[in-house]
């Protein structure tokens, strides 16, 4: 997929904000086909915005399309300014606030991006509960080779146990890039 004008952008934000986590490939086309797969009046949720790479992956798998919205939470002011200053479609949303705290505000959806402390190493169940049936749940970072702490390790284990186990999901582990699980909710 050639990289779209929008995550072009993006990733220069994140070189001028000197922010280094953006995420990595595969990443933003995975996220930009997932978009692409919502259904009509779909909605989209990332919980950690960022420099906004993320969010312009999934606007651009929504490519000529209005019916969709797309909600991203940052907890930092400063970079949720930044992003917002950007040139974004209306159906874009940015909001900041803690995502745990936001979580149980926001109603459910139908794709969720999360690539934030707070609704995938704490709060995993708001973001579970915020998942649409038939919507499709991915996290990243989830590779253990990233984390040499056990804390952290163990958090990795945690989150895969939980969406692996749980009676309402389907999900599978890519190991490809930071690592990722997807997950969706059965219908």
């Not at 990733?11 to 953006?22: K, N, T």
């Not at 940052?74 to 209306?90: K, Q, S, T």
């Not at 499709?136 to 990795?156: C, F, K, N, Q, T």
Request: hydrophobic share 45%; with cysteine; glycine share 10%.
């Amino acid at each position: 997929m050639p990289v779209p004008a929008l995550v072009e952008k993006a990733w220069r934000r994140a070189a001028e904000l000197d922010f280094p986590m953006s995420c990595e490939d595969p990443a933003g086309p995975l996220l930009a086909t997932l978009a692409a797969a919502v259904p009509p009046g779909g909605r989209v949720l990332e919980l950690g915005t960022g420099a906004g790479v993320g969010t312009s992956w999934l606007v651009s798998g929504l490519t000529g399309r209005t019916d969709a919205t797309v909600t991203t939470v940052e907890l930092d002011a400063g970079l949720a300014a930044a992003v917002r200053a950007g040139d974004w479609p209306p159906f874009v949303e940015i909001l900041t606030g803690d995502a745990g705290a936001l979580l149980p505000t926001l109603g459910t959806f139908d794709l969720i991006f999360a690539d934030a402390l707070a609704g995938k190493w704490e709060g995993l169940d708001l973001t579970l509960a915020a998942l649409s049936p038939g919507g499709v749940l991915i996290v990243d970072d989830m590779d253990l080779a990233r984390y040499p702490e056990p804390e952290h390790r163990a958090a990795v284990t945690r989150v895969e146990e939980a969406l692996a186990n749980h009676p309402d999901l389907v999900s599978v582990q890519l190991p490809a890039g930071s690592g990722f699980t997807v997950a969706t909710r059965r219908r």
